[in-house]
Every structure is written in C-alpha cells, then in structure tokens.
C-alpha cells in the first residue's frame, strides 16, 4: 500500500524510507471518502451506546429498567412527561420524561431500545466472526492444501471413522467401538509405514488420487449456496430453543461462503508470489508462512465483507425477531419492540418508527464503512475516485 | 461445449444428492419432534401420536425415511402432515399467488436500475451519481418489514386504498375496472418491496459494468473521432456493457420460489413465502424440505442456464 520511492542509480545510499507510513496513508484517502468517515463515526456511536446500554440496563436493580411494567402510562408519545399521581417512586423515569415514549405494557421504550442495542451488536459481531473464522480456515486450507489429493484410503477411513462415531451416538455402542478400534489401527498402520517404496498391487489403488483437497472444499461451499438462505436460518432457528446463541451461530455457519471464496482466491494468487517462494526458500514453515505472510495480505476483501456482513447478519437478527423467532420475549431487541408496535401503528406510531430508523441507520453505517473500505484498500479502485 | 453440458449436470446431480441429504438431517436432528408439536392438546393422547409416527415411517431410522421421503417426492405423492394435501398441488397454488409479485417485482427492478445505473455511470462523481449511490445503499439498509410499513402508512392515509390481502373482501359485485385497480393496488405494493433490494444492488452493479467499459480504448477512440453522445455511450458503450446481465436471467430464477415470507406475512399474501413460514410453525417436515429442495433445484438449473448463456453469449470463451 505504501509507496516506495524508485532506487536512483546515482545514490549509494539506503532507499529513503517512505514518505508516509500504511496507517497514515490509509487515514489520508479514508478522509477524503465523506459518507464512509459518517459510517465510521455513527459505528462508535452505536458501539459505545450498546455498551452503555448493557451497563445501565442489566443488573438486579438496573438504572433504566427495560421491563417495568407501568400500565396506567402505557402507549404515552416521545418526551411526554410521568403522570405522577398513579406513579410509585420506584417506576420514575430516570431522565424525568418518557424520551421515546412507552408501549403498550407502559415499559420505557428508550430502556428497551438500549438494551436492544447490545443485542443487535452482538448478534452481528459474533455471527460474523463466526463466518469469517469458518471462512479463513476453510478458504485458506483450500488455497493453501489444495492441490494435495485425497486418496481412497482416506477416504475409507474417514467413512470408518464416522460409521463408528454415528453407530455410538445411536446407541449401538459394540459395532462403533469396532469400527473405531479399526479406524485407529489402520491409521497407525498407514502411518508407521510411512510411504512405501512400491506397495503391493492390491493396495496400489487405494493410492490413487480420487479428488484434491480443494474441489472438496468448494464443492461444499456449492452446497452451501444451494440452500435460501433467510428459510433455512428460519427453519433451524425455529426448530432449536430459542436463545441468542443459537442465532448467532445459525447466522455465522450460514454465511461464511463468501469469505471462503475471497480467502482461496487470494491464497491462490498469493501461494505463487515471490515473497512466499522466498520465504520457503528461506526454510520458513508452512505455519509461518500462513499465518505470517499469507493471512495478512488477504485480510482486505475479509474485512470488508466482515464489515458488509454485520449489516447483513444485524438485518437478519431483526427480520428473525420481527417474524417472532428472536431472543425471548422479556429481552428486548428492536426487531421484537418493532413487531410489538405494528399493532398500534396508527396510534403510537413511534413503537415502529424509532426503532425502524434505530435499525436502518445502523446498518446503513456499516454498509458505508464497508464500501469506503472496499474503495481504499483495493488501489485499482483508488485512482477512479 | 457437450462435454461441458454433460460434466455440468452431473455435477449438480451430485450437489442436488447432499443438499436434500443435508437438509433432511438438519431438520431430523434437531431436538423436538413433530409429533410433540401441540404437547397441551388434548387430543393427541399417546396412542394417537404412536399413529402418527407409524403413519409417517417416523419410527423408522433416519436412512429409510430418507428413502420414503425422496421417493415420494419424485412421485408426487408426498402428502403434507399438517392437513393431507398432496405437497406438490398445494405449492403449485401457491406458486401462482407468488407468481405476479414475482414478475411484477422483476419488471421494476430491471426497467428502474438500468436507466439508473446507466446514467450515474455517464456522469460518474456529479450529484445525480452522489444521490443514487447514497439511495440505493438506504434502499439496501432499510428494513424491509420497516420500508413496509412505511409505505402501507403513506398509502392508506393518502390515496385511502386497502392494501392488505391480495384483494378487497366482498367487492364481486363491483365493476370490472374497480376490481381490477383493486388487484393493481393490492400487487404494487408488495411487490415494490420485493424489489427494493434488487434495484439497489442491480443499478450498482450495471454502474460498475458500465464504468469498466467507458473506460476503455474504443469508446476514446468513439469519442475522438466525434460521433455523437448518443452513439457513443448507447451504442459502442452500453452494448459491451450488457453482457454479464444476459447471464443474469438466469440467477433470477431462484426469486421464482424465494417469495420472501417476511413480506408475504406482512401483507397477508397467501403465497411461497408464507406456505413456508406456516410449515416452519407446524414443523410440517415435508413442506419445509419440498421448498428446500425445489429452491435448491431452481438455484442449480440457474447458474446453469447462466453458464450455458454465457457460453453462447461471448465468443471469448471457448472451452
């Protein structure tokens, strides 16, 4: 990223270091993109009101109780003040007036949409960070491996190995155990003998390649992409308890296809580079080379997928909560405060509204930011703006 | 290009094969089971839920209801569980509900982002291009059960129509015009929502194409040797631009069943996308897979079509 002045024949001197370092640079072209700065700054602002949210919202005597009840005030408009007269002290807005009014139960609608908050970053942040680690792993062990072809005997054990881990899971401990024993002894077989100088024509087959690493890898992804989407973290979401665990992961093992692609590519076009045949040369390990050299020049189409894909997955979570499927009930998130309200869209019209806008202006910075990303990182892109 | 043809389809056969294998365990291996769905009605006493299984092959293992599902799918003659229709007549209803919201959404999607895209790439970084970028990442921010509410409000307080449903309860008596603006009103709505996403995404996407093209030499050269602005950027432009949409047509085809259940729910619209949520609540296992299965079925026959047009399409590829 950084740009090296050209050696000049004359000089015998050091190459002058250059002029400005990554971060610096970064920074430069960052600020001249408006609308990404706009999307970096309302982020911070979400990140540090989700914190605070949880701080002031949890706990056995919270600050700003999202789930006291106060039905003589329910339904009440934004920045309406308490009517004291039916109000006990302990159910006094903290702020003195209703900021965003209440629902139809009398709950303080600001408390719940800051709580909500804490569950929109979370559920974002985790579902992708479950998605971009599934996604670097599988994308890197393809990029990387992936010309290492799997051979029948491998094959064959790993269909040893599952049939004995099913048959136990199903209960029929005695022909799992055995399956197991001779998963165990074939592999210890293959990996005492090492590889043999000329294996005996009857096993000479089961060394033969019957598929690469990679075409397994992405076969998988196509498998994956077949699926729609929405139904199917639908469909599991609705089968398992509901908890926000499980959305996050069903949401994270959902999405990692397209971290996978990007990571293979890049690992691809990365293995053949001289730095990387440099640094085999120099005897580095596979590991290093991965880890050190590899990964973090293909972090940049990661990161803004990862930036794109908390819009995507936060969208999601409030479509899963709208549709009635999201954490459990007393919790509150914005999709589940919105799907309350539709009921009284006439009456109360900010029970949808706020956290309408709540969601969308969120998002929309996270789709900002991750444009503005996209736009900086990659240079062919740079010079058109 | 045979060759291709024949690798091709096999290979999807083979995806086809563990997607209905993958989809089949994930909805068997998760916890609870469909004969306990309604565990406080009286009616399902013991006996009755023992019938059920039976009747079903729900007390079978996993392998040979796999086989009972998949043969009667192929056959037609899986029934639902919830009410006993045949699944297939029962979505093919549905797909005709869903079927004008779909066609309708595609129509504005495609006439809407290609002027759109198109323009901002012909003034690339001046304020119709500023705003359009800016509309369409709102267009995709937005969500859509908001949008939809939105626009139910300012439709019903301003031209005073009902848009719930997919037509006005108890109007058989009314002019044929009446009724048919009735069924044009029902339609706009949804299927405006359906397409939010797609013009946001398309018109981008026909911007970015189009920006790569009037980048190149022989629009310059177009341009020096003075044609005029029309044929510049609509005939030497915008005619290299279309290639990768010809494809396009056929990763539409997935939309045909995806009909989107949260707009669907919304709306009231007796379609796919409420069929599905409707078994998903039921846990009506055959309905879910079916879905699953056919959708997986359109996603494959789509990148298909789009690989084959591809291949007609540009000369450059050669195989």
């Not at chain 1, 740009?3 to 002058?16: D, L, R, V, Y």
């Not at chain 1, 020049?297 to 930036?307: E, I």
């Not at chain 2, 950027?233 to 949260?262: C, D, E, Q, W």
Request: proline share 6%.
């Amino acid at each position: 990223m950084t740009k090296f002045q050209p050696h000049s024949e004359s000089s015998s001197e050091a190459p002058p270091a250059p002029r400005r370092t990554q971060g610096q640079e970064f920074w430069r072209l960052f600020k001249k993109n408006r609308l990404a700065l706009a999307g970096l700054a309302i982020f911070l602002i979400f990140f540090i009101i989700a914190v605070a949210g949880l701080s002031v919202t949890s706990g056995t005597r919270p600050y700003f109780d999202p789930a006291l009840v106060r039905l003589p005030e329910k339904l009440r408009p934004p920045l309406s003040r308490p009517n004291l007269e039916v109000l006990i002290p302990g159910e006094m807005p903290p702020l003195g007036m209703y900021v965003f009014g209440t629902d139809d139960l009398g709950r303080d609608v600001f408390s719940r949409m800051l709580q909500g908050a804490w569950v929109s970053l979370t559920v974002g942040f985790v579902a992708v960070g479950i998605a971009v680690f599934v996604g670097i792993l599988l994308g890197g062990i393809a990029g990387y491996y992936g010309q290492t072809s799997i051979t029948i005997n491998h094959i064959f054990l790993f269909c040893l190995m599952l049939g004995g881990a099913s048959a136990f899971a199903f209960g029929s401990l005695f022909p799992g155990v055995i399956l197991l024993i001779a998963a165990i002894a074939f592999l210890y077989r293959s990996a005492r003998s090492g590889k043999p100088a000329k294996p005996s024509l009857a096993l000479a087959w089961l060394q033969k390649g019957a598929t690469s690493v990679d075409t397994l890898i992405m076969r998988f992804v196509d498998i994956m992409l077949c699926f729609p989407s929405f139904f199917l973290i639908l469909t599991v979401v609705a089968l398992l308890p509901a908890s926000i665990y499980n959305i996050m992961i069903v949401i994270g093992l959902t999405s990692w296809m397209g971290t996978t692609r990007f990571v293979r590519a890049e690992f691809l076009s990365l293995r053949e580079q001289d730095f990387v045949t440099a640094a085999k040369a120099l005897g580095v390990g596979d590991r290093r080379i991965i880890f050190r050299h590899m990964i973090p020049n293909a972090v940049a189409p990661v990161l803004v997928s990862a930036t794109i894909g908390i819009a995507g997955a936060i969208l999601t979570e409030a479509g899963l909560s709208f549709l009635g499927f999201g954490v459990p009930p007393p919790y509150a998130t914005w999709g589940n405060i919105l799907s309350d309200g539709k009921r009284f869209i006439f009456d109360a019209p900010w029970l949808t509204f706020i956290p309408g806008f709540a969601i969308l202006i969120v998002v929309l910075s996270f789709n900002l930011f991750g444009e503005g990303l996209r736009d900086i990182l990659n240079p062919k892109l740079r010079e058109r703006y | 290009m045979l060759s291709f043809i024949g690798r091709s389809i096999v290979q999807k056969m083979i995806t086809l094969f563990f997607v209905s294998v993958i989809s089949f365990l994930i909805i068997h291996l998760a916890p609870g089971e469909p004969s306990q769905v309604d565990p406080l009605n009286p009616k399902f006493t013991p006996e009755i839920v023992e019938r059920f299984r039976k009747e079903f092959h729900l007390d079978k293992p996993l392998y040979v209801q796999y086989l009972f599902f998949y043969r009667g799918l192929l056959s037609g003659r899986t029934v639902s569980w919830k009410d006993n229709q045949p699944v297939l007549a029962k979505m093919w209803e549905r797909f005709l509900n869903s079927l004008p919201l779909f066609i309708v959404g595609t129509i504005i999607t495609w006439t809407l982002s290609f002027p759109i895209g198109i323009r901002s790439a012909i003034f690339r970084g001046g304020i119709f291009d500023r705003s359009a970028t800016f509309f369409s990442y709102f267009l995709i921010s937005i969500p859509g059960f908001f949008f939809a509410y939105i626009l139910i409000i300012f439709v019903v307080t301003r031209f005073q129509v009902p848009v719930i449903g997919m037509q006005t309860f108890g109007l058989s008596d009314a002019s044929t015009v009446r009724i048919l603006m009735d069924r044009v009103w029902h339609l706009l709505l949804p299927s405006m929502l359906g397409a939010t996403g797609g013009i946001a995404i398309l018109s981008r996407y026909v911007r970015s194409q189009m920006l790569e093209v009037e980048g190149q030499d022989y629009v310059r050269t177009a341009k020096a040797k003075g044609l005029s602005w029309e044929q510049v950027h609509y005939k030497h432009a915008l005619r290299n631009a279309l290639l990768p949409f010809v494809t396009m047509f056929g990763l539409i085809l997935p939309g045909l069943i995806g009909g989107s259940v949260i707009i669907e729910s919304i709306f009231s619209w007796p379609g796919m996308g409420r069929m599905a949520y409707e078994a998903i609540l039921a846990r009506d296992y055959p309905i879910i897979l079916t879905v699953n299965f056919i959708s997986a079925v359109l996603v494959l026959l789509g990148t298909f079509i789009s690989d084959v047009l591809y291949l007609v399409v540009d000369p450059r590829i050669r195989l």
